[in-house]
């Protein structure tokens, strides 16, 4: 492609990028993989800045599962990753956490900013930033195929503990061809800012997971005959240190619902 070809294909991805967030803004609800291809997409948690150290190291001993792309100052909504974004209207669905279990789901979370004007915000790589990538590559990814929200599991593997946090690591799977797992490994393997290569290939009870067709968190997915169940670390696992740790208040996004920044993908290859 020309350069002004690639301009054109950047600011369509970045007005997609806005557009959804102005829909999830006035109310729309919706799983965001497949939304503005091409963008960087995030999890996201908000504690109170009590707990925003404790988290920060958690984070950092534990970065293929945390991997901070941004972190928002006390009791503020705006992040560097998204101009004019506000953080507690332009995600589809929240949720929210008191004592470590999780108390509702909103569409709208300005209002707990207001409770808790101390929030510090975490921002964190998603797996559905290197999705683009891989379909590029003619790999299916098929939860965005069958218009449904990724699965995903908490596992048998404990996370390096840091201050009062601990927890288990949580996965996500997508089903890949036998013969197609070494180029998916390769091509999320160079997006280590949004959890990188796989973990885990194949039998899913090495990571105690019972059964592959009735995750944590999401929608289960069809597993063709020759596929194999290929699971990355993921971003909801904060959540799972918050359930683990009895954290007194927290809001995170609500599973497979993301903040979808202006950045392209192609920021977090290496």
Not at 109 to 121: I, K, S
Not at 143 to 153: A, E, F, K, Q, R
Request: with cysteine; aromatic share 8%; charged share 20%.
């Amino acid at each position: 492609m020309t350069n002004h070809v690639l301009d054109e294909v950047r600011s369509a991805a970045v007005a997609a990028a806005r557009t959804a967030r102005e829909s999830y803004r006035a109310g729309k609800v919706q799983p965001t993989a497949g939304v503005a291809p091409g963008m960087t997409q995030a999890n996201m948690i908000a504690l109170p800045r009590d707990w925003a150290w404790d988290f920060l190291l958690y984070a950092q001993r534990n970065p293929k599962a945390c991997p901070v792309l941004d972190v928002i100052e006390a009791g503020a909504h705006h992040t560097v990753l998204a101009e004019g974004a506000d953080i507690r209207t332009d995600i589809p669905l929240y949720r929210v956490w008191r004592n470590g279990r999780l108390a509702e789901e909103v569409a709208d979370a300005a209002p707990l900013w207001q409770e808790h004007p101390d929030l510090v915000t975490f921002l964190i790589g998603c797996s559905f930033t290197f999705e683009t990538p891989l379909l590029e590559a003619g790999i299916e990814v098929r939860h965005i195929t069958d218009g449904s929200n990724v699965p995903m599991y908490r596992t048998n593997r404990q996370c390096r503990p840091a201050g009062r946090l601990h927890g288990e690591l949580v996965v996500s799977m997508r089903p890949i061809p036998a013969g197609r797992i070494a180029d998916a490994a390769m091509i999320s393997g160079r997006f280590p800012s949004v959890h990188g290569a796989p973990v885990h290939v194949g039998n899913p009870e090495a990571l105690g997971i019972a059964d592959i067709h009735r995750p944590d968190f999401g929608d289960a997915v069809r597993i063709e005959p020759g596929e194999i169940p290929v699971f990355w670390a993921c971003g909801v696992t904060p959540q799972a240190a918050v359930m683990a740790s009895g954290v007194p208040f927290a809001v995170t996004h609500a599973p497979g619902h993301m903040f979808i920044t202006d950045v392209p993908d192609s920021t977090y290859h290496v």
